[in-house]
């Protein structure tokens, strides 16, 4: 069962993804996502895992490997109050849905660390499934949702260009 | 056009009549990228679309990340890089001569009016040039490299005005170290700052950089001051062009009186920022008599040609204490060899200091320079995260150039004043 992974901390670019090993490969640099704060996070997170934050997630660096190591980890969308610009734009191009909460509804006792979830991403939906609570987070603007549907910026820009080239062909 | 932001966005987009919200699509005057977040990650992305640069007179290369290149995976970083620049026949690639902010400025390729990403999230610098400039990760920047446009949601703008003169030995860096004390990182909100007041106007464009420059830690899209002559001045020397109508963008408002902020840059003292965020910064009076091991001159934020006459001004003829080591990195080639022929680099050297490349250096953390498990370091670099320059042991504390030379000279960190003074 997928997981919520909470975080008191500021959770900066250089923490999910350190530079010394931004020389590395994916999996190399994946292995040391967070552990300056949390060793065990990288070796136990799993598929469909949920990543929530206090505000400002994401700040510091424009490397997208802080987003990229997330979503090869398996952590299927990342909430916070508030996140730097450059990492929000930059885990929806690479299909990593981020999604706003309220700072107040950090306080709630069910958001506990470790807690089973379900997410609904068409409905913008977290479960905590213990409690049979439903949180229903701000939706993404419609063309952001698009994108991360699509996948991402790239699987997005070759439907734009196939799009473009069969309407050429038509004229 | 009622903000600075606004006009550059509305020029970009070609939209007339926009508004703070609106998502536009703008058409990129220049993309910059760099030898980590570029070729090695928009080649791959750009095979597979199946596209090439959509102008190559308007990308420029720069290698400042993997410099020096010590080991094979380095080294085949800046193979690939180079690869790829002749395959795209780039002709504005700069290779090894120092760090992208200063470089981009220094060879003329900023100026008033431009729309320009970098991939770098110190791309705000290029703000202090009346461009809109931010920056962006390696897949967006394919996306802009495949089509040569970005959407952005038109921001609001925040006007932080600093009135008077700053003191002697107060600098930009000490002000952005305040503007992070009082507002913190998530200040900008992703939205526009812009700068203005008397204390801005005094400063070079070097000294303006770092204020647009640390518009990153404020957590802001842009870093903007409106252009005036010390501006045009800078480009005209760097051999750039100076478009004709540059004086439409000397526009200096604020979204609302919300959004506005006052300081008074005469009653500012020299600040320190404690690990491991900028915005845990005081009056470096507060830090007195707190130990460090490295004393650290470097980055795109505070290793210029400027910083390096800063801290030469408190070096010369003095000696850093026992037990503290100063390295300095200078951050572009050019600043470097201007420095060394006005008898900087020696005063430097006199002083005890250590060199190394014109790169990113230790301030990344991405080399074999870096700090060691429980390593003090008081740096003129932007950035303090927990980790970031080496151990996560390690401690970093922000100063600027003058605060960072005293300090080395005293062996604890001290108010640059009181060595000014002796």
């Known amino acids: 069962m997928p997981r919520l992974w909470r975080f008191s901390e500021l959770i900066d670019t250089d923490v999910l993804a350190p530079g010394f090993y931004m020389k590395s490969p994916l999996p190399e640099l994946a292995s040391h996502c967070l552990e300056a704060i949390r060793p065990d996070f990288a070796s136990t997170a799993g598929q469909g895992d949920i990543m929530l934050s206090g505000p400002n997630m994401g700040v510091g660096s424009s490397r997208e490997q802080a987003a990229e190591v997330l979503k090869y980890l398996g952590v299927e969308a990342i909430i916070a109050p508030s996140f730097a610009g450059i990492f929000y734009r930059n885990a929806i191009n690479l299909g990593l849905p981020a999604f706003t909460i309220p700072e107040a509804s950090l306080e709630m006792p069910e958001l506990e660390d470790g807690a089973e979830v379900r997410f609904d991403l068409d409905a913008a939906e977290l479960t905590l499934v213990e409690h049979d609570i439903t949180i229903t987070l701000e939706p993404l603007p419609a063309f952001l949702k698009e994108m991360v549907l699509d996948g991402g910026l790239v699987p997005h820009l070759e439907k734009r260009f196939a799009n473009a080239a069969a309407e050429k062909d038509i004229i | 056009?009622?903000?600075?932001?606004?006009?550059?966005?509305?020029?970009?987009?070609?939209?007339?009549?926009?508004?703070?919200?609106?998502?536009?699509?703008?058409?990129?005057?220049?993309?910059?990228?760099?030898?980590?977040?570029?070729?090695?990650?928009?080649?791959?992305?750009?095979?597979?679309?199946?596209?090439?640069?959509?102008?190559?007179?308007?990308?420029?290369?720069?290698?400042?990340?993997?410099?020096?290149?010590?080991?094979?995976?380095?080294?085949?970083?800046?193979?690939?890089?180079?690869?790829?620049?002749?395959?795209?026949?780039?002709?504005?690639?700069?290779?090894?001569?120092?760090?992208?902010?200063?470089?981009?400025?220094?060879?003329?390729?900023?100026?008033?009016?431009?729309?320009?990403?970098?991939?770098?999230?110190?791309?705000?610098?290029?703000?202090?040039?009346?461009?809109?400039?931010?920056?962006?990760?390696?897949?967006?920047?394919?996306?802009?490299?495949?089509?040569?446009?970005?959407?952005?949601?038109?921001?609001?703008?925040?006007?932080?005005?600093?009135?008077?003169?700053?003191?002697?030995?107060?600098?930009?860096?000490?002000?952005?170290?305040?503007?992070?004390?009082?507002?913190?990182?998530?200040?900008?909100?992703?939205?526009?700052?812009?700068?203005?007041?008397?204390?801005?106007?005094?400063?070079?464009?070097?000294?303006?950089?770092?204020?647009?420059?640390?518009?990153?830690?404020?957590?802001?899209?842009?870093?903007?001051?409106?252009?005036?002559?010390?501006?045009?001045?800078?480009?005209?020397?760097?051999?750039?062009?100076?478009?004709?109508?540059?004086?439409?963008?000397?526009?200096?408002?604020?979204?609302?009186?919300?959004?506005?902020?006052?300081?008074?840059?005469?009653?500012?003292?020299?600040?320190?920022?404690?690990?491991?965020?900028?915005?845990?910064?005081?009056?470096?009076?507060?830090?007195?008599?707190?130990?460090?091991?490295?004393?650290?001159?470097?980055?795109?934020t505070g290793a210029k040609y400027v910083d390096l006459v800063a801290a030469a001004s408190l070096l010369r003829g003095r000696r850093i204490a026992k037990g503290v080591t100063l390295k300095v990195a200078p951050a572009s080639l050019n600043d470097q060899k201007r420095a060394e022929e006005e008898g900087i680099m020696q005063i430097l050297q006199d002083a005890g200091a250590e060199f190394l490349g014109n790169s990113c250096g230790i301030c990344a953390g991405y080399g074999d320079d870096r700090l060691s498990e429980n390593q003090v370091c008081l740096s003129s670099t932007a950035r303090n995260f927990k980790g970031r320059m080496g151990a996560a042991s390690s401690a970093v504390y922000l100063a600027s150039p003058y605060t960072v030379a005293a300090s080395a000279i005293a062996g604890t960190m001290i108010d640059p004043r009181y060595v000014a003074e002796e």
């Open chain 2, 1 to 300: 056009m009622k903000t600075l932001a606004h006009k550059l966005i509305s020029v970009a987009s070609g939209v007339p009549s926009i508004a703070t919200g609106d998502i536009v699509i703008c058409n990129v005057d220049l993309a910059m990228i760099h030898d980590s977040g570029g070729p090695r990650r928009v080649k791959p992305i750009l095979e597979r679309l199946n596209r090439s640069v959509w102008d190559k007179d308007k990308v420029v290369v720069v290698t400042d990340h993997y410099v020096p290149a010590t080991n094979a995976e380095t080294q085949a970083i800046q193979a690939l890089t180079k690869e790829w620049v002749r395959e795209q026949d780039i002709e504005k690639f700069y290779d090894e001569q120092g760090i992208c902010h200063v470089v981009l400025p220094e060879r003329g390729h900023l100026s008033p009016g431009k729309f320009c990403v970098g991939g770098d999230s110190h791309s705000p610098t290029g703000g202090a040039f009346g461009a809109y400039m931010f920056g962006i990760g390696a897949t967006e920047m394919a996306g802009v490299l495949a089509t040569g446009t970005i959407w952005i949601k038109v921001p609001e703008t925040i006007l932080i005005r600093w009135h008077n003169q700053l003191s002697p030995f107060v600098t930009a860096k000490d002000m952005m170290l305040a503007t992070c004390r009082k507002i913190g990182m998530g200040g900008g909100r992703y939205q526009a700052i812009q700068f203005a007041g008397d204390a801005v106007r005094q400063l070079g464009m070097q000294d303006r950089m770092t204020l647009s420059n640390m518009a990153a830690e404020l957590g802001a899209q842009a870093g903007l001051i409106a252009p005036d002559e010390t501006t045009i001045d800078y480009i005209h020397k760097a051999g750039g062009i100076v478009p004709e109508d540059w004086r439409s963008y000397q526009i200096e408002a604020a979204e609302t009186d919300d959004n506005l902020l006052s300081f008074d840059a005469a009653a500012l003292a020299p600040q320190i920022a404690a690990p491991h965020s900028p915005a845990n910064a005081d009056d470096a009076e507060a830090f007195k008599n707190t130990r460090f091991d490295l004393a650290y001159i470097g980055a795109c």
